[in-house]
């Protein structure tokens, strides 16, 4: 059964400080992956994904993740923290056959001035 | 382009009462997707409308949870009678095309409390 595990409820970093949240999944055959963030108050938001190609996606407010299919994860990282990053972040991955995300229990990212 | 909206935005029922929420889709989405996070833990699919049918409830853990969406537009989602376990956030998603690696554009969700 396809599965994710975010294995940190919450990350904290300093203001300029890299970040990484750590994803790692379940799945048989090729993994369609994505990142989502909630921010208080708001619905999920989509990040990146990853289908296929480059191991290193980019996608907005300056995220990237990246692939490791011989240690099936799918870290999502940042070169220098921003306070406005702050929020839940949420790993998931499509369930192959059905059209239907599979998600981690997210992870709270604190970031500090 | 108007977002997914979900109403309403918080609920507080007492155990055995009923309660509906609805999901607005953005338009011209045929893809409506219902999940629930329980506090703390992951965000779990109920079900899935491709337009006004189910193509997949696997999600649904009861009997007393009834979705509906008549029409293709909107959905409802009915809990009947309530238990305290049904408290979480109740999310809607949608989707144009239902490929899977199309990106779900999610409501701000229904907070729902069960007491």
């Known amino acids: 059964a396809q599965s994710v595990a975010q294995p940190e409820d919450q990350v904290n970093v300093a203001e300029g400080n890299p970040l990484t949240v750590k994803c790692t999944y379940s799945?048989?055959?090729?993994?369609?992956l994505f990142w989502y963030v909630q921010y208080p108050n708001r619905g999920l938001q989509f990040l990146l994904k990853?289908?296929?190609?480059?191991?290193l996606v980019k996608g907005s407010y300056g995220f990237e993740a990246e692939f490791n299919k011989s240690q099936t994860s799918f870290h999502l990282k940042k070169p220098s923290a921003l306070v406005s990053d702050s929020a839940l972040y949420f790993c998931a991955v499509r369930d192959t056959g059905y059209n239907k995300l599979i998600f981690g229990a997210g992870t709270r990212l604190a970031v500090h001035p | 382009e108007a977002g997914v909206t979900q109403f309403p935005s918080h609920s507080v029922i007492e155990k055995g009462q009923t309660v509906t929420l609805r999901c607005d889709p953005i338009?011209?989405?045929?893809?409506l997707y219902w999940y629930r996070r329980v506090m703390g833990k992951e965000i779990k699919f109920l079900l899935h409308?491709?337009?006004?049918?189910?193509?997949?409830e696997s999600g649904m853990p009861n009997n007393r949870f009834l979705a509906e969406r008549t029409g293709g537009t909107y959905s409802t989602l009915k809990v009947q009678p309530a238990e305290l376990e049904d408290s979480g956030v109740y999310f809607c998603a949608s989707s144009r095309g239902g490929r899977q690696n199309e990106k779900l554009f999610f409501g701000s969700g229904t907070q729902l409390s069960v007491l």
């Open positions: 409308f491709v337009k006004e049918s189910k193509q997949d």
């Open positions: 990853y289908i296929t190609g480059d191991n």
């Open positions: 338009s011209g989405h045929d893809n």
């Open positions: 799945v048989s055959g090729n993994p369609y």
